[in-house]
């Protein structure tokens, strides 16, 4: 079974302190790791996608990569406007287009 | 979210009361998904859209669900005799090529009492 595990569940920084957040995920097959940022209230917002390991994809504060096994998204130098849950999702080969979530990471920055 | 927009944002049902949640996207979305995301968890795939051809409805939890997709565009999830278990926020999201990301809208938040 397609499996994907987010550590921690939740995190606090100070503003400031670079932190990594883990994506770990058991597939048959990878298609594609996606994560996204969601803010109470509001849908999934796409962050990045990573195909193969190796693969770094990075915009302003944020650096996702990934293995064969996990996904890193490392945060340097946090700011209050960070917090928010980050989520990682899986697309599994096979036949299915689904995307297969983790439970999410829970970031609070503080300032 | 960019592309889809959902509604009612809050639908509050009373137990055994059936629901029709609306998700419409932009034009040019090959690609519909219906996502089931209960407080504190991820979102959970309910079913999916290709066109409006719907290839996959594994993840519906019982056949008081329904969704369609009649002319490749505006999508209904309905769910029949709300349960309380059902309360969630129903998340649509879309992809205009295979294999590329979904882009979700805000989600509709079902409270069944």
């Known amino acids: 079974e397609d499996q994907v595990t987010q550590s921690p569940e939740a995190l606090r920084l100070q503003e400031g302190e670079s932190s990594s957040l883990n994506c770990s995920y058991t597939?048959?097959?990878?298609?594609?790791l996606f994560w996204y940022r969601q803010d109470p209230g509001k849908g999934p917002e796409f962050l990045f996608t990573?195909?193969?390991a190796g693969e770094e994809k990075e915009k302003e504060r944020l650096k996702a990569t990934l293995t064969k096994k996990e996904s890193f998204l490392h945060i340097t130098a946090p700011k209050p406007e960070d917090s928010a849950t980050y989520l990682c999702?899986?697309?599994?080969?096979?036949?299915?287009?689904?995307?297969?979530f983790g439970k999410g990471m829970k970031l609070t920055v503080n300032p | 979210g960019a592309g889809v927009s959902q509604s009612p944002r809050y639908k509050v049902a009373k137990r055994g009361q059936d629901v029709a949640l609306r998700c419409d996207p932009i034009s040019g979305h090959v690609s519909l998904f219906w996502y089931q995301q209960a407080l504190g968890q991820g979102p959970e795939f309910l079913t999916y859209f290709q066109n409006e051809a719907q290839l996959d409805k594994s993840g519906l939890p019982s056949d008081r669900f329904f969704a369609e997709r009649p002319e490749g565009s505006v999508s209904t999830l309905k769910i029949q005799r709300t349960q309380q278990e059902d309360s969630a926020v129903y998340l649509c999201a879309v992809r205009k090529l295979m294999n590329t990301e979904a882009f979700f809208g805000q989600g509709t938040r079902l409270t069944v009492v």
């Open positions: 990573l195909y193969s």
């Open positions: 999702a899986v697309h599994p080969q096979g036949g299915s287009e689904k995307l297969v």
């Open positions: 597939v048959s097959g990878l298609r594609g």
